[in-house]
C-alpha cells in the first residue's frame, strides 16, 4: 500500500517530464544549477583553492558549493539536469518512505493492527512539501533515529552503524549536522547520568561517527572554519539588525509559525492532524486523559521550546554577531528542521494511545494528515493542474523557466555577431534569476549564492548602486544579505519572474556600464523593455521570443566607451 501511494504521488512527474512544476525559490533559482555546474567543469570533487566554476561571478570558488560526495551531484553527472531532479526526488522520497515505515512498526506503531496505519502516516510523510534537493535532511530523519534507538538498545547488529555513516552523505551538515548532533550528544549524557553506562558509549560513538563522517564529507567547509579561510564570505556582512524585526511581537509570531506551519525549507505544513491526534488520545486514551498528557506532554513541550527558540534566536544573535563570527557561518533558526519528525512522532504517538475501537478514527487522522500535506505540497498540486488542462498562472514549468530553445537562439545570433562562444564574454540577468543563463550555458557575473567572496560582492556594487540608491529596501536586501548578488531594478523590485507577456517596461534603469565592462560584461539579459537603454550606457541588440517559453528576452549590449 505504502509504495503504491508514493506511486501515485509521484506519477504527475513521470507523465508530465520536463513540463513538471518545480519549486522554483531557493531551488530552480537556485540549487539545481549547483551541481549541474560542477559536473559540466569537471571539478565535483576538485577541492583545490585554485579550483573555480568560471560561469558563475568570474569564477566562484569550486569550495563555495555543495560537497561532491552528495549523490545528488552524482546524479546530476549521470543525467540531464531535469532527468537528475526526478530520479533525486524518487530516490529521496522512497528512503524517506521506508525509514518511516520501519521506525514506525519497530518503534511507534508497532502490531498487527496498526500495520495500515503505518502505511498511510508512512505515505504522508514521503510526500511532505520538502525540497527534494537537499536530499534526506528532512526525510531521511526517522532511519537515523531508528538507528541511534537501535544502538541504543544493543540491537540491530551492523546496519544501524551503516545508517549513521550514510546520513551525512545525503544530508546537509549546515541545516541539520549540529542539532543532530547535540540532540544525540544530549542523549548519551542521560543515559550515562541514569547508570546506562553501556547505552551511553553506544550512543556516544555514533555521535563521534556522525561528527567525523560530516567532517569528512564536507571537508572544505571544516577546513576554512576551522583552519584556514581560502576567502573571506560576503556572509560576515549579514547585519541582523537591519533585516530582522524586534520586540516580542514579531518573536512570538515567527515561534507560532515555526510550530503550527513550519519553514518552508524544512517542509511547510499545517499541523492540525497533530493538535486533532493529540485531543482525540485526551478525550479516549486508554487509561485516561492523565495518561495522555503524561505521555505527550515531553514532545509537546520541546517543540514549543524549539518553536520559541527559533522565533527568537535571531534577534538575540543580532546583539551579538559582531563579536562570534561563527554566527555567520550557521542561521540557529534550522533547528526547526527537526519539527516535521517531531510533530510525526506526537501524531502518532497519539494513534497508540487510542483504544481499538477508535481505529475509524485513527484512520481518519492519519487521512487528515496526508491530505493537509499533499494539499500543501505546491509541485504536486500545480502540477495535477497542469494535467488537469488548467495551469497556474505565474508558475512555469522545468521547460518553460529554463527556455533551452529561446537560449539556444540567443547562443546562436551572438555567436553570428561576436565570433564568440558563451565562455568568450560575461552577460547580466534582469527580470529573471541567473540559474537560467547558467543552466543554458551563459557565464553570468550575477548568481544568488549562499556564500562568495566578499570582495566579489563589493566589485559588483557599483554596478547596481544607481538602482539600489533608489530604494532603500532593496539597499537593506544586498548590503546587509546579499546571497542574490543581482541586477535589480527599483521599478522591478524583487520580482524575478517577469513573464513574456505583458510586456513590463522599465523606464530609467541606473547601471554602471564602465564598471560593468572592467568586469567584463558585454550584455545585459533583460525581460523587460528598457524605455531608454542609452541611460544605462547600453544600446539595443535584438529580441528573442518563443512560443514555449516563459520569457521575452531583450538583449542589449555595453556602449564602447567615446575615443
Known amino acids: 500500500m505504502a509504495l503504491t501511494g508514493l506511486a501515485l504521488f509521484l506519477l504527475p512527474f513521470l507523465l508530465l517530464q520536463s513540463h513538471s512544476y518545480l519549486i522554483i525559490h531557493d531551488n530552480l533559482d537556485t540549487e539545481i544549477g549547483s551541481p549541474y555546474l560542477l559536473n559540466k567543469f569537471r571539478v565535483v570533487l576538485d577541492y583545490r583553492p585554485s579550483a573555480v566554476v568560471p560561469s558563475i561571478m568570474n569564477g566562484l570558488p569550486r569550495n563555495a558549493l555543495r560537497s561532491g560526495l552528495n549523490p545528488t551531484v552524482w546524479l546530476f553527472g549521470a543525467f540531464s539536469p531535469w532527468a537528475a531532479y526526478l530520479v533525486n526526488q524518487v530516490l529521496v522520497r522512497l528512503l524517506g518512505l521506508l525509514g518511516m515505515w520501519a521506525l ?3 518503534r511507534w506503531l508497532p502490531g498487527p493492527r496498526r500495520r495500515w496505519l503505518a502505511a498511510g ?12 534537493i537537499y536530499g534526506l535532511t528532512v526525510l531521511g530523519q526517522p532511519a537515523l533515529l531508528l538507528a541511534v534507538l537501535r544502538l541504543r538498545a544493543g540491537r540491530g547488529g551492523w546496519w544501524p552503524w551503516l545508517l549513521v555513516v550514510a546520513f551525512p552523505v545525503w544530508s546537509f551538515f549546515v541545516f541539520v549536522g549540529p542539532f543532530l548532533g547535540g540532540a544525540m550528544a544530549g542523549l548519551a549524557l542521560y543515559d550515562a547520568w541514569r547508570g546506562r553506562q553501556a547505552a551511553a558509549l553506544r550512543v556516544g560513538a555514533a555521535t563521534g561517527l556522525l561528527a567525523l563522517m560530516y567532517v569528512v564529507v564536507e571537508w572544505p567547509l571544516f577546513y576554512s572554519l576551522l583552519v584556514t579561510q ?73 517543540m514549543v521550546a524549539v518553536a520559541l527558540f527559533c522565533g527568537f534566536v535571531l534577534q538575540a544573535v543580532a546583539v551579538v554577531q559582531h563579536r562570534l563570527p561563527l554566527l555567520h557561518a550557521f542561521n540557529l ?44 505540497n505546491a509541485e504536486w498540486t500545480t502540477n495535477l493542474r497542469e494535467l488537469a ?44 534569476a541567473p540559474a537560467v543563463a547558467q543552466l543554458n550555458d551563459f557565464y553570468t557575473l550575477d548568481s544568488n549564492q549562499n556564500s562568495y567572496p566578499l570582495r566579489y560582492k563589493h566589485q559588483f556594487r557599483p554596478l547596481i548602486a544607481g538602482e539600489l540608491a533608489k530604494d532603500p529596501a532593496l539597499r537593506t536586501y544586498f548590503d546587509a544579505w546579499g546571497n542574490r548578488c543581482y541586477f535589480f531594478s527599483h521599478e522591478l523590485g524583487r520580482d524575478f519572474l517577469v513573464p513574456a507577456m505583458p510586456v513590463r517596461t522599465v523606464q530609467d534603469w541606473a547601471l554602471d556600464a564602465a564598471a560593468f565592462r572592467k568586469m567584463g560584461g558585454r550584455f545585459i539579459f533583460s525581460a523587460a523593455r528598457l524605455a531608454s537603454p542609452a541611460r544605462s550606457g547600453l544600446r539595443p541588440v535584438a529580441d528573442f521570443a518563443d512560443a514555449r517559453a516563459y520569457w521575452h528576452i531583450y538583449v542589449y549590449e555595453v556602449a564602447e566607451p567615446a575615443p
Open 333 to 376: 533558526t534550522r533547528l526547526g528542521f527537526l519539527l516535521p519528525l517531531a510533530s510525526f512522532g506526537v501524531l502518532a504517538l497519539s494513534l497508540r494511545l487510542l483504544p481499538g475501537r477508535r481505529h475509524t478514527v485513527a484512520a481518519l487522522l492519519v487521512a487528515t494528515q496526508l491530505f493537509i500535506g499533499l494539499l500543501m
Open 104 to 106: 514506525l512498526r519497530r
Open 121 to 132: 502516516l508512512a505515505v504522508a510523510w514521503a510526500t511532505l512539501p520538502i525540497y527534494s
Open 230 to 302: 581560502q576567502f573571506v564570505s560576503h556572509r560576515v556582512e549579514h547585519d541582523l539588525q537591519r533585516t530582522v524585526a524586534f520586540g516580542l511581537g514579531p518573536g512570538l509570531r515567527s515561534a507560532a509559525n515555526f510550530l503550527l506551519l513550519g519553514q518552508y525549507h524544512s517542509s511547510q505544513f499545517f499541523r492540525g492532524a497533530m493538535a486533532l491526534a493529540m485531543l482525540a488520545a485526551l478525550a479516549w486514551g486508554r487509561g485516561g486523559w492523565r495518561v495522555a498528557a503524561r505521555r505527550l506532554a515531553p514532545w509537546l513541550v520541546g
Open 389 to 432: 488542462g488548467h495551469p497556474k498562472k505565474a508558475q512555469p514549468t522545468y521547460a518553460q523557466y529554463v527556455a533551452a530553445p529561446l537560449f539556444e537562439k540567443i547562443e546562436a545570433y551572438l555567436t553570428r555577431r561576436t565570433g564568440l562562444a558563451p565562455s568568450g564574454y560575461r552577460v547580466g540577468c534582469l527580470g529573471f
